[in-house]
């Protein structure tokens, strides 16, 4: 076949000269020779070509060669498209997810929209937590590039109306002058707001009041101050928005580390000591650093407590999570399915819907799509949302809805979806959480 001795001639041609100019100049060619093929089966001796084809053309591959600016290449898309497209020709999951992440990551290199942040960063919490990822160098290094670029989108905080906030703390937020008694109030108030769900507030607050503890001041009172801050935030965020719930703790925690323990523990008591390890393994696990098994262990044993059940459910989903990133699938299973029970005899819903979420993605890996499913449809059998009174629940339940709404778009039943979608996301609006509405539906 001509269009496969031209294809085959074109890879030879990329192996042979890989350079920027000679790849940009393929780069549609190959995209045309890929697209004239209604299906594998007419090339199924040629298949793998056709991979190494695409594989070669990913954005990943380019900036290799021609630098970042190839992740800014108009037909970089068409790349992943093609890919992520004959991935699931050949029933190959590792290429469909370098396609997929490859056409995220060039989506989120080429855009300039400031409105589509929040959506991108949400998007971009399934390829920073995605298995397939690790021990891909290059494609590691272009999703932290990508995350940079999104971040770099944020708008300036805009206050939020101050109604929301303590008079006395937004009175002090104008003055930038905080003692140790108005700490201990504002540690107050955010954990107040993270149990209102004022989100917008809390933020605000946070942002406004981290930076005025001297940031020179390594005391370990100061240091402490700063924890007991991240640690609430940490609790009002941590069923929402995990990665940063935890990158905050662990950067409080990091400095507080390598104090006295018995001095810390002391000041902190037993579970906050717990909670400071619990940020000292999120450091680790964030550099995809195995270090965090230790400092997680002593989480969990000092979380042994009845007393400190939530946080102990809490440190084995981080724990099933973490092992999910290492790409050990049996013993995440084993830690999140401990949590999933705890949750379920305690009727902890906002542990037990993440603990669900995380069990469907090890599920959908196997392609169990029914267990996966089971789950979520056991969770709103026990607990249906409009049977549920805590605003935390209501949005525990609310987020389960949207992942089992999408199971059933999956499925191809898209009426069920937009009932179900739109259930949920009406739930969120009613709580005055606007912008996760907004994300739902955007999913």
Same mark, same amino acid.
């Given at each position: 076949m001509q269009d496969i001795d031209n294809l085959r001639s074109l890879v030879h041609g990329m192996h042979q000269n890989r350079h920027a100019?000679?790849?940009?100049?393929?780069?549609?060619?190959?995209?045309?020779?890929?697209?004239?093929?209604?299906?594998?089966?007419?090339?199924?001796?040629?298949?793998?070509?056709?991979?190494?084809?695409?594989?070669?053309?990913?954005?990943?591959?380019?900036?290799?060669?021609?630098?970042?600016?190839?992740?800014?290449?108009?037909?970089?898309?068409?790349?992943?498209?093609n890919l992520t497209a004959l991935g699931l020709a050949a029933g190959d999951p590792e290429m469909v997810f370098l396609g997929k992440a490859n056409l995220l990551v060039t989506e989120i290199m080429q855009t300039k929209d400031r409105g589509a942040v929040d959506k991108l960063m949400e998007r971009a919490d399934w390829l920073v937590n995605h298995p397939l990822r690790h021990g891909n160098e290059k494609l590691n290094a272009r999703i932290f590039q990508a995350l940079d670029h999104v971040d770099s989108l944020r708008p300036d905080p805009v206050d939020p109306d101050l109604a929301a906030i303590d008079a006395d703390v937004a009175e002090w937020?104008?003055?930038?002058?905080?003692?140790?008694?108005?700490?201990?109030?504002?540690?107050?108030?955010?954990?107040?707001l993270g149990a209102e769900l004022k989100f917008d507030s809390l933020q605000y607050l946070y942002d406004a009041t981290s930076g005025v503890l001297d940031p020179e001041?390594?005391?370990?009172?100061?240091?402490?101050d700063r924890f007991r801050m991240a640690y609430e935030y940490y609790a009002a965020l941590r069923f929402v928005n995990r990665g940063r719930a935890l990158q905050e703790l662990a950067t409080a925690a990091g400095p507080l580390v390598d104090a006295e323990e018995s001095l810390v523990r002391e000041i902190l008591g037993p579970a906050g000591a717990a909670l400071l390890h619990v940020g000292d393994a999120g450091r680790y696990a964030v550099i995809n650093s195995p270090q965090w098994r230790t400092p997680l262990a002593r989480a969990k044993e000092l979380l042994s407590d009845e007393d400190a059940r939530a946080d102990y459910i809490d440190a084995l989903i981080h724990e099933g999570e973490f092992l999910m990133r290492e790409n050990d699938p049996r013993d995440a299973f084993s830690a999140l399915n401990e =949590?999933?029970?705890?949750? %379920?005899? $305690?009727?902890? *819903?906002?542990?037990?819907?993440? /603990?669900?979420?995380? #069990?469907?993605?090890?599920?959908?890996?196997?392609?169990?799509?029914?267990?996966?499913?089971?789950?979520?449809?056991?969770?709103?059998?026990?607990?249906?949302?409009?049977?549920?009174?805590?605003?935390?629940?209501?949005?525990?339940?609310?987020?389960?809805?949207?992942?089992?709404?999408?199971?059933?778009?999956? =499925?191809?039943?898209?009426? %069920?979806? $937009?009932?179900? *979608?739109?259930?949920?996301?009406? /739930?969120?609006?009613? #709580?005055?959480?606007?912008?996760?509405?907004?994300?739902?539906?955007?999913?």
């Open positions: 100019g000679h790849m940009h100049s393929v780069g549609p060619s190959v995209d045309g020779n890929l697209r004239s093929y209604d299906t594998l089966a007419e090339v199924a001796d040629d298949a793998d070509l056709l991979l190494e084809a695409a594989r070669l053309m990913q954005a990943t591959e380019l900036a290799d060669v021609s630098g970042d600016g190839a992740l800014h290449y108009p037909f970089a898309r068409a790349h992943a498209e937020v104008a003055a930038r002058e905080i003692g140790e008694e108005q700490v201990d109030h504002i540690v107050e108030v955010i954990g107040d001041d390594a005391t370990v009172g100061v240091l402490v =949590a999933y029970t705890l949750a %379920t005899a $305690e009727e902890y *819903l906002p542990a037990l819907v993440v /603990a669900s979420i995380d #069990l469907a993605s090890l599920y959908f890996l196997r392609e169990m799509h029914r267990e996966a499913a089971a789950l979520f449809l056991d969770l709103l059998k026990a607990h249906p949302l409009e049977s549920q009174t805590e605003r935390t629940d209501i949005l525990a339940v609310a987020l389960a809805e949207v992942e089992m709404a999408l199971m059933y778009r999956f =499925a191809g039943d898209h009426g %069920t979806y $937009e009932t179900m *979608l739109g259930r949920a996301t009406r /739930a969120m609006r009613e #709580l005055g959480l606007d912008s996760l509405a907004q994300q739902a539906a955007g999913r």
